[in-house]
């Protein structure tokens, strides 16, 4: 298995749009890209999917462990070529296994994570804990020679990483890059692969929580498909692609290293419906794919578009994503909120993150002040905010949830630009924060306060858990599911 990633010297810097120009340029090569996402992200690997017609993982040491970050990485480059994974049509369906290539993109710098003085969740971590050789990219912009100095600094600040090579972003000439060019030459042991020059034209639109979705009618057309050839034509033509194949050669990940045994521990036989249109987009592929090993079967359906909910189904997952921006096409959609409150009043499983945790709430607000009518699960209003709200890495405890045994800890990732209005006093609380807890008046007690409502078998919580921290959480999930006949 060959493998490399592509990191920063510090967020903003371009590696998003250079690692899937580069995961586009080894697929026109006809290659079969596996991609990874450092971090809790799910906007990137939605990104990488659909440049590489594959899910993309994501590798996070806080999160998932040491060791869930290995068996993540080798399941996932273990997988067949040529499955039904890379879609239909696909020209890469009879590559060679020895013709794939694993993509890691990184998070914010190469050494940020967790916080100042622990590398764990850092882009450096995952390198070193899965022995892959990393590309940096620079931001060239007002620099030149010190670009050297920068560079010499990230190998010398943790020699165990391998630093293989530098791709300069935003750079003004073929001069400029033959200046960084000899300063990276004259004190660092990294390979220079080439430069992007500064080109507005190809950087991917954002907004309030990251990159707009691909899969938006915005981002998916003639201005998206110029934006991505335009990258794509910049790499050929800048990066040396041959010399970062050789990169990824000379490294490789040792097979024997993340051998596993593909054991199915299947609880039951159960449908779990999960909401997947523009409004519900956000999961982690590993918990989609922990639920599917221990025997459900998952049902995609649409909030925003289905009038009913699927059939013989014997719970409901519903993701983060934007209901912010479709709230006006939730609230026309009135059969299918009605079908979901009848669902949860009736004691079916539901489980819930973020914009799920909006959408049950009885209104959303917008940034106007405009209410719009919800699924009425839980009698709150949550509302819009023009800052964001919370940013962080949780650990949560439980104290009341159907999913897990009390004192159980699992662990996950908050970001959202929403708050709850009158958060219900007389709701049952899911867990207790134990990691770094959000200044909120709404949460107190223990270490940092409380998070996550339950009512009758619905659990929602603005935290985005990662099954992989505790699987014991989606074993629990599927149980609770298997007791339920199929509505």
Same mark, same amino acid.
Do not use: W
């Given at each position: 298995m060959k493998a490399f990633i592509v990191a920063? $010297?510090? %967020?903003?810097?371009?590696?998003?749009?250079?690692?899937?120009?580069?995961?586009?340029?080894?697929?026109?090569?006809?290659? &079969?890209?596996? /991609?990874?996402?450092?971090? /809790?992200?799910?906007?990137? /690997?939605s990104y990488h999917r659909a440049v590489c017609g594959r899910p993309s993982y994501n590798l996070d040491t806080w999160m998932m462990g040491i060791d869930?970050?290995? !068996?993540?990485?080798?399941?996932?480059?273990?997988? $067949? &070529?040529?499955?039904?994974?890379?879609?239909?049509? *696909?020209?890469?369906?009879?590559i060679r296994t020895q013709d794939s290539i694993g993509v890691i993109e990184g998070v914010m710098g190469l050494f940020d994570g967790k916080d100042g003085k622990d590398e764990q969740g850092s882009t450096a971590h995952v390198a070193k804990v899965l022995g892959i050789p990393v590309i940096l990219i620079v931001d060239a912009r007002s620099m030149a020679r010190s670009a050297g100095a920068l560079v010499y600094g990230?190998? !010398?600040?943790? /020699? @165990? &990483?391998?630093?293989?090579? &530098?791709?300069?972003?935003?750079?003004?000439?073929?001069r400029h890059f033959k200046m960084l060019k000899q300063a990276m030459e004259s004190k660092c042991k990294a390979k220079v692969l080439g430069y992007i020059p500064r080109h507005e034209e190809i950087s991917l639109p954002e907004r309030h929580l990251g990159l707009v979705m691909p899969e938006e009618p915005g981002a998916r057309g003639k201005g998206q498909g110029a934006r991505l050839k335009k990258l794509g034509e910049l790499i050929?033509? *800048?990066?040396?692609?041959?010399?970062?194949?050789? +990169?990824?050669? #000379?490294?490789k990940?040792?097979?024997?290293?993340?051998?596993?045994?593909?054991?199915?521990?299947? +609880?039951?036989?159960?449908?779990?419906?999960?909401?997947?249109?523009?409004?519900?987009?956000?999961?982690?592929?590993?918990?989609?794919?922990? =639920?599917?090993?221990l025997g459900a079967g998952l049902v995609f359906f649409s909030p925003l578009k289905d009038k009913r909910l699927p059939n013989d189904i014997n719970g409901i997952y519903l993701g983060g994503g934007y209901p912010e921006l479709y709230a006006k096409k939730l609230e026309e959609n009135e059969l299918l909120r009605k079908a979901i409150k009848d669902f949860a009043d009736?004691?079916?499983p539901i489980y819930a993150e973020c914009g799920g945790l909006m959408y049950l709430g009885k209104g959303l607000k917008d940034l106007t002040g405009k209410k719009y009518e919800m699924a009425g699960v839980f009698p709150w209003?949550? #509302?819009? =905010?023009? @800052?964001? !709200? %919370?940013?962080?890495?949780?650990?949560?405890?439980?104290?009341?949830?159907?999913? =897990?045994?009390?004192?159980?800890? +699992? #662990?996950?990732?908050?970001?959202?630009?929403s708050e709850i209005e009158e958060p219900p006093q007389k709701t049952k609380r899911g867990y207790s924060i134990m990691h770094n807890p959000p200044l909120s008046p709404f949460r107190k007690g223990g270490q940092g306060g409380f998070e996550g409502f339950v009512c009758k078998n619905t659990l929602a919580s603005y935290i985005h858990l990662h099954f992989a921290s505790n699987p014991k959480f989606a074993e629990g999930f599927v149980r609770a599911c298997s007791l339920c006949h199929p509505y």
């Open positions: 920063g $010297t510090h %967020s903003g810097v371009g590696k998003t749009t250079i690692a899937i120009g580069l995961m586009a340029a080894l697929r026109k090569r006809g290659m &079969v890209i596996q /991609p990874f996402k450092v971090g /809790p992200d799910y906007i990137d /690997p869930g970050v290995k !068996k993540t990485f080798a399941k996932a480059m273990q997988t $067949t &070529v040529g499955s039904s994974e890379l879609g239909v049509g *696909s020209k890469t369906s009879n990230y190998e !010398k600040f943790d /020699p @165990k &990483v391998k630093i293989a090579a &530098v791709i300069f972003n935003r750079v003004g000439s073929e050929e033509r *800048s990066v040396d692609v041959d010399g970062i194949l050789k +990169i990824g050669s #000379r490294f990940v040792q097979d024997s290293r993340f051998k596993i045994v593909n054991r199915k521990s299947q +609880i039951a036989n159960v449908r779990i419906a999960v909401a997947y249109d523009n409004a519900f987009c956000f999961y982690y592929q590993e918990n989609l794919n922990m =639920l599917k090993e009736n004691g079916f209003v949550s #509302r819009m =905010l023009e @800052k964001r !709200k %919370s940013l962080g890495y949780r650990e949560v405890k439980v104290v009341d949830c159907q999913f =897990l045994k009390k004192g159980q800890k +699992i #662990r996950g990732h908050e970001y959202h630009y």
